[in-house]
């Protein structure tokens, strides 16, 4: 279980980061439209990544062992400098998240724009397959981790898009996202602490 918990805190942490598919799920969540199709591709997707990560990691630190560390330390540097970027952000203030504007027609269309915004998104493929599979390197567990951290997806992508008229009122002040970028900030340097300390 701890594992499934640190994956689960991994891929929470990761996901909540402003960006274009979030956005684009709450626009979906807003309207009403496609909120089912919308959350079930991004945690689909999601599930694919990181398992394609984590099983990455694992096979490519088996047959070179200097993987392992160079993923360690690249995945602890990038999370101290996400963090510091969030914590910037939450330091700054004036953030807020703003829906896109217009309608997509139908679910084809929806899916279309949706697809780009995922497996075109550097972003998505650094968090998902990189980031998580370095920090699964940690973990025997690999199953457990891997359930924890699509877990995260799912109840974040249908929490959010279900969720999202009534999260759209609090989001939309630049005070709640300051709280919440200092959130993620601080779980950001605390896992890169975790993989400096445990490695």
Known sequence: MHAYFAGLGTGLSL?????AQNAFVLKQGLLRRHVLATCAFCAISDAVLITAGVLGAGALAARAPWFLEAM????????????????AAAWRGGEALRAGQGAT????????VLAALTWLNPHVWLDTVVLIGSVSAGWDD?????????????LFFFALGYGARWLSPLFA?????R???????VVMW???LGLVLNG
């Open 190 to 192: 605390s896992i890169a």
């Open 142 to 154: 690999k199953s457990g981790f891997v359930a924890g951290a699509v877990s995260g997806s799912v």
């Open 72 to 87: 360690r330390w690249g995945g602890a540097i990038f999370l101290l400098v996400y963090g510091a970027r969030a914590l």
């Open 15 to 19: 996901i909540v980061a402003i960006g």
């Open 105 to 112: 027609a139908g679910l084809g269309a929806t899916l279309a």
């Open 179 to 185: 709280v919440l970028d200092a959130l993620v900030g």
């Open 173 to 177: 002040r630049p005070g709640a996202w």
